[in-house]
């Protein structure tokens, strides 16, 4: 689970577009795709005052996007260091994910963690949520409950891999007492949030009615939204529900079509291969035909 999420939330990087809490010409232009723009203001403000640590942490963003400019992990590393030097969390929330992923440096997990540390500190969300990460690996209560606090702090600011973190940790009464409503809390969140994570966990409590109201028909629609976009617990969970007309209306050749898509993914499942077994030659086409369709649309 900790890869995962961590791999989700690297592709989060800074959010730069909260840097300053008043629009400029440099992050004005970021934020509307004028990256040439944003990369021309950001080196004027430097050069009327080399001290402007937000404006070397839009340079680093751009660098380490490759947005205007050749994309270079080293040149964003050190306009990210500048900006930290200068107390800058968001540049010290960046970091530490490129030494956590050596990029643009050496991997180096404990230089790491003190960078997201000194990020955390100034309650930077992505800093926040990825120090929980690497606490979450510890078996030590004092982690665990640290890592509980961090993962609120950054679903606070709405990050959908934090609130569907913090929620596991609730449905697994780890770092915090086990509680199922507010894990569902958590996993409804997330799902807003567009995680497909999210859904598909809010869904599973909807069906099996745990710490939420029991709602088949509700569950079916979040492993819909969650399958449509790839994912293969989804896919399954919502092929089931249809073979088995549980939640939805019974539908074999729709329910086989999930099937061939979480199963292209790995996913086996020996009880829909006995349900979906007396389809015939036609359906079967039709499932393959709409499953084709499916794939072809993300």
Known sequence: MRKALLAAALGLAVSVTAVRAEPDAAYGAYQRGHYLAAFREATLRL???KADAPAMT???????????????????????????????????AALGLMALD?????????????????????NEPVACHNLALLLLSSAADADLTRAADLLRKASEAEIPDAQHALGVLYLQGRGVPRDPAQAARYFERAARNGSSTGEVEYAIL?????????????????FRSAAAKGNAIAQNRLARMLAAGRGVPQNKVDAA?????????????AWLDDALKDMTPEEKTRAEKVAAERLGMR
């Open 47 to 49: 050069e009327k005052n």
């Open 58 to 92: 839009l340079l680093g963003e751009l660098y380490n996007q490759g947005l205007g400019v050749p994309m270079s992990p080293e040149k964003a590393a050190d306009w990210y260091r500048l900006a930290a030097e200068r107390g800058d969390a968001h540049a010290l």
């Open 102 to 122: 050596g990029r643009g440096m050496k991997k180096d997990t404990a230089q790491a963690k003190a960078w997201l540390e000194q990020a955390a500190a100034k």
């Open 206 to 222: 909807l069906f099996n009615g745990d710490g939420v109201t029991k709602n088949e028909a509700k569950a079916a629609r979040y």
């Open 257 to 269: 079509a999930w099937h061939l898509l979480a199963s292209a993914q790995g996913l086996a499942d």
